[in-house]
């Protein structure tokens, strides 16, 4: 069962354009994370979250976390075809005898950036 | 350095078939992580070793699905009986032994399995 819900599931932009993708659950977690991941291989961190209302830049990306740190966003400037690939937010809580931060995926936002 | 590799890439078996995957975890990350991630979903957590030990395997569908770390280093994912519904990716992912929050984990490329 997938805990986060992500939008859009698809997004098909043209290189030069803003767009945020958004990622949003019930639950309440330790902090949030954003992957991407590439066709054939595994995701790669972007960036993690732990404060509510917390704010992050990576170069053209800007991550918010949700003052309740139920919810999360990603803000990319100026979009790239470089920028092409799987967005997945993840949300980490304890668990599994105290030991265990687990990672609950989304199932991801496409980004297509075309030139 | 080296990151996490995961063998074979692809797999293909038939139904009811035995299979093994294997994980080799970035060199001195203790926590070793697998995930299945299916066509249009994110990854799914399956089980989580903190060296040879499952820590928490709450992941695992069935009893056909088991995974070994025997010397809390590479480690190995099997699958009895497989069925069509098992076709996935399957994803290796290691990390440091210090827990918290941030809990960076390093994915592997994957195993694609399928099951015809």
């Known amino acids: 069962t997938q805990l986060l819900e992500q939008s859009p599931q698809f997004l098909s932009i043209q290189e030069g354009e803003n767009l945020t993708v958004y990622c949003n659950s019930s639950s309440v977690f330790s902090s949030l994370q954003w992957y991407r991941q590439e066709p054939g291989e595994g995701p790669v961190l972007l960036v993690t979250v732990v404060t509510g209302g917390e704010v992050k830049k990576l170069k053209r990306l800007t991550f918010q976390f949700g003052d309740a740190r139920k919810d999360s966003s990603l803000h990319i400037t100026a979009a790239q075809p470089g920028d092409t690939g799987l967005y997945l937010c993840a949300g980490v809580k304890l668990a599994g005898g105290g030991s265990n931060y687990k990672l609950t995926f989304g199932k991801g936002t496409l980004l297509t950036v075309n030139p | 350095g080296a990151g996490v590799s995961q063998t074979p890439s692809n797999k293909v078996t038939e139904k009811g078939k035995y299979v093994e995957l294997r994980c080799d975890p970035i060199?001195?990350?203790?926590?070793l992580y697998w995930y299945r991630q299916s066509l249009g979903q994110g990854p799914e957590f399956l089980i989580y070793f903190q060296g040879t030990g499952a820590a928490d395997d709450s992941g695992l569908p069935n009893d056909r699905f088991f995974a070994v770390r025997p010397e809390g280093s590479v480690s190995t994912l099997k699958i009895q009986r497989t069925e069509r519904g098992d076709s996935a990716v399957y994803l290796c992912?290691?990390?440091?032994?210090?827990?918290?929050?941030?809990?960076?984990?390093?994915f592997g490329p994957g195993t694609r399995l399928t099951v015809l």
């Open positions: 992912a290691s990390s440091l032994a210090r827990a918290g929050p941030y809990n960076e984990q390093f």
């Open positions: 060199s001195g990350h203790t926590a």
